[in-house]
Every structure is written in C-alpha cells, then in structure tokens.
C-alpha cells in the first residue's frame, strides 16, 4: 500500500511562493505516477499537476501552467509542488497521490489515482 505525506503549505501574500513536498513511501517508489490536486471550500477537488516515473511527462492545469512547477526527487522519493506568484485563487488544501499506471489522458482526473496523502493547507492574502 502506497502512502503519501504532504509538507511545506502556509500563508502568504499574493505574489509570493511556497514549495510542497510529498513524500511516497510502502511501495516501489520508482513504480508510480504522482499528481497534486487542490480543494477550495465548497468547491470540487481539482487536479493541478503531474508528473511521471522518470520524472518526465509534466501536465498541468491551465489554472497553474506557468507559476506552478512539478518536480520528483526518486533517490529521496520526494515530489515536489513549486508554486510561484500566487494569488488568493489558490487557496485550498492541497493533496499528492499516486497512481500505479501512468496514461496521459488521465493524469489530473481524482478516478486514476488510488493512494492520497492527508493535504497540507495554502491560503494565500491579498
């Protein structure tokens, strides 16, 4: 069984920065595709980016396509979220999880992934 741990989230000022981390432990780290997702209160859970085995492959919603960078680590089997220039639009919890096969065409759909960490929350001030 897969298992996810979310780090890294806070307040902070629109135009500002943060960087999550997940780490991806209990399984063959190498062996799954990793996501992060986002939920704002009252909203559905969306998903934002995702990234591959290797570390290829990068997809990301056009909501964060430019300030939001997804990056994997395998020797540490870390994942990383860099999400730079945020704006209160962005506040929500944020999830990573994991998926055993890696199709493109589902890489932000919540149904492909079957492990999720707990969130760790962003809100971001104006």
């Known amino acids: 069984q897969v298992q996810l741990a979310e780090s890294g989230g806070g307040s902070v000022q629109s135009g500002g920065s943060l960087r999550l981390s997940c780490i991806v432990s209990?399984?063959?780290?190498?062996?799954?595709?990793v996501g992060w997702f986002r939920q704002a209160p009252g909203k559905e859970r969306e998903g934002i980016a995702s990234?591959?085995?290797?570390?290829?492959?990068?997809i990301y919603a056009d909501s964060v396509k430019g300030r939001f960078t997804i990056s994997r680590d395998n020797a540490k089997n870390m994942v990383f979220l860099q999400m730079n220039d945020l704006n209160p639009k962005d506040t929500a919890m944020y999830y990573c999880?994991?998926?055993?096969?890696?199709?493109?065409?589902?890489?932000?759909?919540?149904?492909?992934?079957?492990?999720w960490g707990r969130g760790t929350q962003v809100t971001v001030s104006s």
């Open positions: 999880a994991a998926r055993p096969t890696c199709e493109t065409r589902f890489a932000l759909e919540m149904r492909a992934y079957n492990s």
């Open positions: 209990g399984y063959t780290y190498g062996s799954v595709c």
């Open positions: 990234i591959n085995k290797v570390g290829g492959s990068l």
